[in-house]
Every structure is written in structure tokens, then in C-alpha cells.
């Protein structure tokens, strides 16, 4: 099992429902945000969303019951998580989101096997995972786009190397003393590791509680 599923207790907090579906306060908290954007961008787009690392599932239900015009594939590394998922798309009715699959995202290989995506999104993990990894899965993101899709990574940054908050940087050393290659990346770093990957830059949006969501193309 990867060591990067050793996160810390304040990391990802979930409390179960009693019907396997888990439930984080920060994930209720920030849905909205993210939903606004999402549909903004993407609007009547039809085709595949791919979401890395699900989670709870909370955000997935979300998405795919105000974009109904796109067909959701949840995925996490973590069984419990994929149960939860499942959970919360039985309980939501909505006939567009997949089953969820096991996918460890920071493994190179998965792009080719997921290609074809119109919209591939990703919340709250790249400051869980090393740069090596975090590259990895931007380059095995951008492999896994259908010409013109998107990919949209959402969660804590440094702005230019700097913390910009005392949360931001009590959580990032929280990170770092478990493990010195985890924490927080630049936003400039991670936009440059998705132009290595030949996707377009298109965007960096400010989010509620300091986060952002960066925002690229792949050409054609
Ligand atoms: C902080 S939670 C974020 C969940 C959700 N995206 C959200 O924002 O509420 C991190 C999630 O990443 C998953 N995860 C950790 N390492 C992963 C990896 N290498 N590939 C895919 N998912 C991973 C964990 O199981 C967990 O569900």
C-alpha cells in the first residue's frame, strides 16, 4: 500500500453516516465553490469527468447533479473512500456517475487507460504527495485528456514560494515534519509542470479560504 495513504488525521477528516457513505465538513464546506466554477467553465460540455482522488464522494454528486450533460467517473486510491462514493451517488439517484474505480494517481501508466476525457478535476491532494508525484499525475492527467478538455486542480498553494497565511503555513508544517517530501507546492511550479506536459495555461482563480484552482487546456 502507498505510503502517501499515511495521511495525517487533519488531512482528511470524514465521519461515516451509518449507510457507508463519509461525510468532511471541509469537502461540504468548499463544494459550492468549486460546483460555481465547474459549471462556469464547462457549462453544456458533453462527454467523460474524471475525478481524482473522490474522497468522500461529496463533491462528485455534487458535480454531476449540475453538469448532467457530462458522465462522472469517481476514483480514489482508498477502498473505504470508494465505498463512501458509491454511497452518496446510490443515495443521489442522478444516473451519471460511474462506479467508482481504484486509481493511484501518482502511478505512471493510468493516463492511457482513462484517455478520451473531456474534464479531468482534482481537490486537496497535491499537497499530500511529492513534486515527483504531483508531476506524475499532471503529466498522466494531461495523456488522459481528449483534445480541447480541461483539467482543473483545485487546493492549497504557496503563491510563489511564499505561505500567504498562518493556517497555510501551520498546515504546511504540519506536513512537512510528518514527511519532508509532502506539503504545500508553488502555484508557478505546478502551472510550469503542466506546460511540461503540453498542456495550455489558462487560468488561476482565487477560492474561498485562501485556495485556488488552476485551470489548463490541451490543445486541439
Ligand atoms: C484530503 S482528501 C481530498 C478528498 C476530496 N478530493 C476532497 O477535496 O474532499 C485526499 C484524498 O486523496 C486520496 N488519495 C491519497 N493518495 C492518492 C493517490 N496516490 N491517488 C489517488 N487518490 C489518493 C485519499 O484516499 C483521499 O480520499
Redesign the pocket.
Known amino acids: 500500500m ?1 505510503k ?2 499515511n ?1 495525517p488525521d487533519s ?2 477528516v ?1 465521519t461515516p453516516d451509518g449507510e457507508g457513505r463519509l461525510f ?1 465538513p ?2 461540504a464546506r ?1 463544494a459550492e465553490a468549486i460546483v460555481t466554477l465547474v459549471r462556469d467553465i464547462l457549462r453544456d460540455t458533453t462527454g467523460e469527468a474524471l ?6 464522494g ?2 462528485i454528486t455534487a458535480l454531476a447533479a449540475a453538469l448532467p450533460t457530462l458522465h462522472w467517473q469517481p ?4 477502498q473505504d ?1 470508494r465505498k463512501s462514493i458509491d454511497a452518496h451517488a446510490k443515495s443521489s439517484g442522478l444516473p451519471n456517475i460511474a462506479p467508482a474505480i481504484a ?5 505512471p501508466g493510468w493516463g492511457v487507460e482513462q484517455s478520451g476525457k473531456t474534464f479531468i478535476c ?4 497535491l499537497h ?2 511529492s513534486a515527483q ?1 504531483a508531476r506524475i ?1 499532471i503529466s498522466e492527467a494531461a495523456e488522459a485528456l481528449a483534445p480541447g478538455g480541461r483539467l482543473m486542480i ?2 492549497p498553494f504557496m503563491r510563489d514560494d511564499e505561505l500567504t497565511s498562518e493556517g497555510d503555513a501551520a498546515f504546511h508544517a504540519s506536513l512537512t515534519t510528518q514527511d519532508p517530501e509532502i506539503g504545500y507546492k508553488s502555484d508557478f511550479d505546478v502551472i510550469e509542470w503542466g506546460l511540461s506536459s503540453w498542456l495550455d495555461y489558462e487560468d488561476m482563480v482565487e477560492m474561498p479560504a485562501n485556495n485556488l484552482a488552476l485551470l489548463w487546456r490541451k490543445a486541439g
Do not use: C, M, V, W
Not at 475525478?51 to 468522500?56: R, V, W
Not at 482534482?122 to 491532494?125: C, F, I, S
Open positions: 502507498p502517501r495513504l495521511l488531512a482528511s470524514a468532511a471541509s469537502a468548499n475525478e481524482i482522488a473522490s474522497g468522500t461529496q463533491h476514483s480514489d486510491i482508498d473512500r486509481l493511484d494517481a501518482t502511478s482534482l481537490a486537496n491532494l499530500l504527495i508525484e499525475l483545485y487546493g
